[in-house]
């Protein structure tokens, strides 16, 4: 199986958000009701990094919990792989209600730490990337992005 990061997002969106080894667990189903390999640990830790760095998928760590949910974020347009569809049943998983709030000041905070990173490295493309999201991420989550999208922007000049 080879997972895009929208299919990831349609996976834990599923569930409101799901941990590292329950998404690992929920590919594997799919994979294996598709009649295909799961992904092997290589694969799936670098479909997971594009996911974050993209903000195809936040990492959120939630009060309460002691391990992170990875949750759709801004830039995914959510797919479920094609059979996906009874992963809710299979892994015996209640959906997920997600303090919109927090999640958003979670992804503002890994945001402002990928501006800060791409304004060290003077990376201009990852700038323009960031500047893009910067608008995503205020639509996805009550969040004003203002004084970091003016940096990049700046930067950009």
């Not at 996805?140 to 990049?152: C, H, K, N, S, V």
Request: charged share 30%; glycine share 6%.
């Amino acid at each position: 199986m080879d997972a895009t990061v929208d299919e990831l997002a349609g996976v834990v969106d599923l569930f409101g958000g799901l941990t590292r080894a329950e998404l690992e667990r929920a590919l594997a189903e799919a994979a294996f009701r598709e009649g295909g390999q799961s992904l092997d640990d290589d694969a799936f830790d670098a479909v997971l990094e594009a996911a974050l760095d993209e903000f195809g998928l936040v990492r959120f760590e939630p009060a309460g919990r002691d391990q992170p949910l990875y949750v759709a974020g801004p830039t995914a347009f959510p797919s479920t792989p094609p059979a996906a569809e009874d992963l809710p049943h299979i892994l015996a998983l209640e959906p997920r209600p997600l303090d919109r709030a927090a999640l958003g000041e979670a992804a503002a905070a890994t945001f402002r730490d990928a501006v800060d990173e791409a304004l060290e490295t003077d990376d201009a493309d990852r700038l323009r990337d960031l500047l893009e999201v910067s608008y995503d991420l205020e639509t996805w989550a009550p969040l004003d992005l203002g004084d970091e999208r003016e940096r990049l922007a700046s930067a950009l000049e």
